[in-house]
């Protein structure tokens, strides 16, 4: 389990997200909910997803938040 945390955190350095403070919190059911309004039909990202590809996924994808 460590190594695939370690792998997790090297891979995320590569990430280029908005700063948020350290009072934001994620949840499961907020996730769930994002994913659930995300409008059908519209291009994919610059790495390929689409929101029906979060909509089609396996439901565990709102848990590793």
Do not use: Q
């Not at 389990?1 to 908005?18: A, K």
């Not at 009072?23 to 769930?32: A, C, H, M």
């Not at 995300?38 to 938040?65: F, I, Q, T, W, Y």
């Amino acid at each position: 389990m460590t190594e695939l945390h370690d792998e997790y955190n090297r891979l995320r350095g590569d990430y280029y997200v908005l700063p948020l403070s350290d009072d934001v919190n994620f949840d499961t059911e907020l996730v769930s909910k994002v994913i659930l309004d995300l409008e059908r039909g519209k291009a994919a990202d610059n790495v390929g997803l689409s929101a029906e590809h979060l909509l089609s996924c396996h439901p565990v994808l709102s848990m590793v938040s």
